[in-house]
């Protein structure tokens, strides 16, 4: 039962370029309505500053994890997410959040859930949100996951110590199908203009379109996007077409529902091809950098700072899927249509993302795994208050 001023132990953690409170499921109720009612009262919502609990006021920091040891065979922990909403008394658990997943490892091994074995550990983490296998590989010391070292992720200060993952068979996370609609591209009449898409499904599922068809560059840093004179107009019209992904998906039952009630997914993002541009640390991309530029929006149609872990992962199979709006930019970028290592231009710089391919006789390929290297870190211990 759902007590106020209750005092629940928790561990607050980055991974990846997100931040989330972790629990360990067995000290949360297991009735789902007395779960959210906990985790809402813990981040502090809905307030859109969050100012009365432990959420960081946008959708990157405002993420939780819940953790237990698994029964599956060959599976170390089970691992739920939810994307708390920050206007909005929900907890989003149709999604999962590649950047966690990368803290997933680490906390695991740390709170004893896992064995640590030295100097890797490798950790079999099954995401109740998709139904899917990610494995991570933990540098572990002295028993315990190492944080320190000299690996650098774009969007995160300084450096730390790598972690790998691996989506394990990604595609048709939410749909059961790679391409949702059957189709590589589909275009959509909006105010009488038409709009050409790519849905695709993997790890999560992410509608693909040409920011050009907005009349923006698909370079822009959420800033300067912001500052839009016609955002708004164009936040609407990509709200269309994502809600229309969220029918598709069985996720609403029209545009309305979608906008209220599925809100986390399908995620909707600017592809386009390597251009010049500027990311928000300053930092110069070149075109020579990167194989495609992309934007992700989040929940209210935000466009966020960096790359969601699951979106590149998602990018990296649309790359490898013929007939996608990132395939052709892809393809035509690096001369090849099986891409095992992607470089995405993000607003806060690059990220890379790599694909394990297997090749048929026929010569078609698809997606074993979709990869990544994030770093984690442990930043704070202790118990949470929850509040009426």
């Known amino acids: ?28 109720p ?18 859109r500053r969050q100012i009365d609990g432990m959420g960081g006021a946008n959708t990157s920091t405002s993420k939780v994890a819940v953790i237990k040891k698994s029964e599956r065979p060959g599976i170390d922990v089970d691992y739920d997410f939810g994307q708390v909403d920050v206007n909005a008394p929900i907890v989003g658990k149709t999604m999962n959040c590649g950047n966690i997943s990368s803290a997933v490892g680490p906390f695991a091994i740390d709170e004893g859930l896992v064995k640590a074995v030295e100097p890797m550990t490798e950790v079999h983490i099954f995401n109740t949100n998709t139904q899917k296998e990610i494995i991570a590989q933990v540098p572990v010391k002295d028993g315990r996951a190492v944080t320190e070292g000299d690996f650098a992720i774009d969007g995160v200060p300084g450096t730390a110590a790598k972690v790998t993952l691996k989506f394990v068979a ?54 300067e996007f912001n500052a839009l004179p016609n955002c708004k107009e164009i936040c609407q ?45 300053g930092k110069e991309i070149k075109a020579g950098d990167v194989d495609l530029v992309g934007r992700l929006f989040s929940v209210g149609m935000k466009m966020i700072d960096a790359y969601m872990g699951t979106g590149a992962i998602c990018t990296i199979t649309a790359a490898n899927t013929p007939g996608t709006i990132v395939n052709e930019i892809a393809r035509e970028s690096l001369g090849t249509d099986r891409i095992e290592h992607l470089r995405i ?44």
């Open 30 to 47: 297991e009735d789902a309505a007395e779960r959210d009612k906990v985790i809402l009262s813990a981040f502090g919502s809905p307030d």
């Open 237 to 281: 019209i990509l709200e269309i077409i994502r809600g229309t992904g969220a029918v598709t998906l069985g996720f609403a039952k029209d545009l309305e529902d979608a906008r209220v009630n599925s809100q986390t997914l399908p995620k909707i993002a600017f592809a386009t091809k390597p251009v010049d541009y500027t990311a928000g640390s």
């Open 170 to 223: 990604p595609q048709g996370a939410a749909s059961g199908k790679l391409l949702p609609t059957g189709q590589g591209k589909d275009s959509i009449e909006i105010e009488g203009k038409n709009y050409e898409y790519s849905f695709v499904d993997a790890a999560n599922p992410v509608i693909f379109v040409h920011p050009e068809d907005f009349g923006v560059k698909g370079t822009e840093i959420p800033s």
């Open 345 to 388: 231009g993000h607003p806060w710089g690059i990220m890379d993302a790599y694909a394990d391919l297997k090749v048929h006789e026929d010569g078609s390929h698809e997606v074993l795994s979709g990869n990544l290297d994030r770093t984690a870190r442990r930043i704070m211990e202790g118990f949470v208050y929850v509040r009426d």
């Open 1 to 28: 039962m759902y007590k106020p001023n209750r005092k629940i132990p928790c561990v607050y953690m980055r991974g990846g370029t997100s931040k989330a409170v972790f629990f360990h499921d067995k000290d949360l």
